[in-house]
């Protein structure tokens, strides 16, 4: 039954599809903290009629599923969790985080405004079979077979059809917000070294006692419209490899980041990626014309006459921003998207001159062998400086 009316929904997917990849976030439209909508909530009873057993896998079990590129759930396969993740802030996107006791996992359920639909703590059944496990630099997803457009950085696809969300989404009764888990330094470096499965990917975590590491990582493409994966490195502009690049906020909306650019801050930055490099943004493509693909020379169009910094500023799009923080000597990422409400709030200046420390508390996944975190609400909330 499934599988049909998956064929159905396919003409209504055409057009999302090719836009269900992006790998940033794209604008949030919030309207406050409107109580979520009144839809059935369903039992454990109610799911026997779909199909459900009568056990759940823990979340833990199926990711032991997975052995390295995506993998399509088969069989009569239902997890539960409790929902830690909300997207008010617009800091989480298109995305829902959920917990149970053995860890957390990211269900991408494609759809903004899920705070309507979906209350901290809320108990949620996922149907997994059909659906596709896989990750994104070695964070665990659950969505759907990734589309046309993905590369090998992404082995799912966005859930983005309601017929289909419906068939494998169940929202259940509604409980009180869980509490973050507090964490040490030890306990990130056993999820770090236990890879995939760790049991901390994908939870509610405070980390004590962090210290900003006057470093970020951000990675900007001067034309977001072109191909910017790691195989186009004359769209890559990477703000890694400097300290700050005297960037004090969580992230850049698209109005601060045309003010940093304009002002210069960022022109010692180089075009390229990794090992790749052809020369600052004060440049143009050009410039670069012997170093850069004829196809990817070409992409650029007229544009090739302006600097990189000029194509930066006609093609602004808002940014985000990952701050690193140090609890011992292991690093924590803070990775704040520039839609986010928060994204040009600045951090306490305590931070940025090593007088504080910090707790902070959000959502911890792991990318590229790192832990990373993502806030779930203000910065004000969820960063605790003394």
């Known amino acids: 039954m499934k599988k049909i009316l998956t064929l159905l929904c396919v003409a209504l997917t055409a057009l999302s599809s090719c836009r269900s990849l992006r790998e940033e976030w794209e604008p949030v439209f919030t309207f406050g903290e409107n109580l979520p909508a009144a839809e059935k909530l369903y039992t454990e009873d109610d799911l026997r009629e779909f199909g ?5 896998t823990t979340i833990h079990d199926l990711k ?12 009569n396969v239902w997890i539960r969790g409790q929902v830690i993740s909300s997207d008010v802030t617009g800091n989480i996107y298109r995305e829902l985080y959920i917990q149970d006791e053995t860890g957390g996992i990211d269900v991408k359920i494609g759809k903004s405004s899920l705070y309507s639909e979906f209350s901290l703590g809320q108990w949620v059944y996922v149907y997994c079979d059909g659906l596709t496990l896989g990750a994104y630099n070695g964070m665990p997803q659950l969505g759907m077979e990734a589309d046309g457009t993905s590369t090998n950085e992404y082995e799912t696809s966005y859930i983005d059809v309601q017929a289909i969300i419906d068939q494998h989404v169940y929202r259940g009764a509604k409980a009180e917000a869980l509490k973050p888990l507090v964490v040490s330094e030890n306990d990130i470096k056993a999820a770090i070294s236990a890879g995939y499965t760790g049991e901390l990917w994908g939870k509610l975590v405070t980390v004590p006692g962090l210290q900003y590491g006057n470093e970020i990582f951000a990675l900007v493409y001067p034309n977001p419209n072109l191909p910017h994966k790691s195989t186009n490195p004359e769209n890559r502009v990477f703000l890694s490899d400097k300290g700050t ?10 109005n601060l980041y045309m003010t940093y ?14 090992a790749t490099r052809f020369g600052t943004i004060t440049n143009r493509p050009q410039d670069f014309k012997d170093k850069i693909a004829a196809k990817a020379y070409d992409s650029f169009g007229s544009d090739v006459r302006l600097s990189y910094k000029e194509i930066m500023v006609k093609y602004a799009t808002a940014n985000y921003v990952s701050h690193y923080f140090r609890i011992g000597k292991t690093d924590v990422q803070v990775r704040t998207s520039g839609y986010a409400r928060f994204s040009d709030t600045p951090l306490d200046s305590r931070l940025l001159d090593g007088s504080a420390k910090c707790d902070i508390t959000g959502i911890l996944s792991i990318y590229n062998g790192a832990a990373q975190f993502s806030l779930v609400d203000e910065p004000s909330v969820s960063v605790k400086v003394y």
Do not use: L, P, Q
């Open 52 to 56: 459900f057993g009568g056990k759940f």
């Open 64 to 75: 032991a599923m997975y052995k390295g590129g995506g993998i399509e759930v088969g069989g």
């Open 245 to 254: 690049w005297g960037i004090d906020t969580w992230a850049m909306s698209k």
């Open 261 to 274: 650019v304009m002002n210069g801050m960022f022109d010692e930055a180089e075009v390229g990626s990794g």
